[in-house]
Structure formats: structure tokens, C-alpha cells
């Protein structure tokens, strides 16, 4: 009987540990669990949700193509900054490059620099960016490589759904740097709270 006792205690302290590292590995949380008033029910990363948080870093904010005061005048810029669950000025602290039968995937690690915009649905202060070739930014990730290591962005972050089973996985768009953009995401944010929406 102690036996059977203890296999179940190690068999359920595993679980727990797999939960919490798989919490902690995906950078985001886990998806919501019907009956579970602790556990944040997350929204699929489907249709509209897409653009907004597209996983793109945007160019104009590394001085390529665009011009970075354009970047106020995104038509997409006040409703992300209205749908996300952080919005925050980001820092890139590392970046590691991983190879694997000559395809580069690249990992950023984002630190959040507060204050941030608004009052975020989340604590965590540090995120892991994978970008492999089929990403949106693989041209830009492999165009700066490391030299994204130090980039600062405006980050607009939120948390969606994973296919099955998976843990919540966190989507994002990173925006130039400016006085611009922090003016036009404060703006957003403003009126946001004061319609009510």
C-alpha cells in the first residue's frame, strides 16, 4: 500500500513538474482548461487577430525600406496597442543562431522596459522569439543576425490558443523605437479607457 502511495505521489509530482515546465518553456502561460477559474482561456490566433500580431519585426525600426515617422501612421498601430496584452518598450538580450542541416533558426530573447504601456495582463518580463525560415522576419533575422543583439523595439505582445493540447503561445509585432510611435500606442491606450473598450 505505501508502495502504490508513493508511485502515485511521484507520478502526479511529475506531472506538475511537466505542467510548470511547459509553462515556463513556452514563454506564455497555458491555454485555458475548461472549470478552471485560475487558468486564462486564450483565443485562437485565427483571422483579424493574424495581422495584428503577425509576428513581424518591422523594418523601418533598423532603418530598412520604410521611413520610421511612417510607422505612427500604420493603420493597424492604435488597434494592436488596444489589443495586446503588453505593450512595452522590449530590448534584445540575446540572440542565438541554431543550424541544422544548413537552415538557421534564430532565437531573440526580448526584456520588457518598464514602464510599460498600460496595465499588462501579465507579469513576465523576459521572452523567447523563435524565428525559423518559414517566419515572416527570417529576411530580417538573417539580414542583422547578431547584430539585433541591443535592437530596442515597441513590443505588442499577446498570448494565444496552442493546437491541441500545446501550452498558449505568445504572438507579437515589434515597432520602431520613437517618440512617434510611444505617443500614437498612449493615444490609443487613452481613448481606449475612456470609451470604455
Known amino acids: 500500500m505505501a508502495q502504490l502511495l508513493t508511485r502515485t505521489a511521484r507520478r502526479a509530482r511529475a506531472v506538475a513538474l511537466g505542467a510548470a515546465l ?3 518553456v ?7 482548461v475548461q472549470g ?13 487577430d493574424r495581422e495584428l500580431f503577425d509576428d513581424v519585426v518591422d523594418a523601418g525600426a533598423l532603418g530598412l525600406g520604410a521611413d520610421v515617422s511612417n510607422a505612427q501612421k500604420d493603420p493597424l498601430l492604435k488597434e494592436r496597442a488596444r489589443g495586446s496584452e503588453l505593450v512595452s518598450r522590449v530590448r534584445v538580450s540575446t ?15 526580448l526584456q520588457v522596459i518598464p514602464p ?12 523567447e522569439l523563435v524565428i525559423g525560415p518559414a517566419a515572416p522576419s527570417y529576411g530580417v533575422a538573417q539580414a542583422f543576425d547578431m547584430r ?7 513590443g505588442f505582445l499577446h498570448r494565444f490558443a496552442g493546437e491541441g493540447d500545446e501550452p498558449s503561445r505568445l504572438h507579437w509585432h515589434l515597432s520602431p523605437d520613437t517618440a512617434e510611435v510611444a505617443a500614437a500606442v498612449t493615444d490609443a491606450l487613452a481613448l481606449a479607457e475612456l470609451s470604455g473598450s
Open 95 to 109: 540572440v542565438t543562431v541554431e543550424s541544422l542541416d544548413q537552415v538557421r533558426t534564430y532565437r531573440l530573447v
Open 116 to 127: 510599460a504601456f498600460g496595465t499588462p495582463a501579465f507579469e513576465q518580463t523576459a521572452f
Open 22 to 24: 511547459g509553462a515556463l
Open 36 to 48: 478552471d477559474p485560475n487558468v486564462v482561456a486564450h483565443p485562437r490566433w485565427l483571422g483579424h
Open 26 to 32: 513556452s514563454g506564455c502561460g497555458a491555454a485555458g
Open 148 to 154: 539585433l543583439r541591443g535592437a530596442s523595439f515597441i
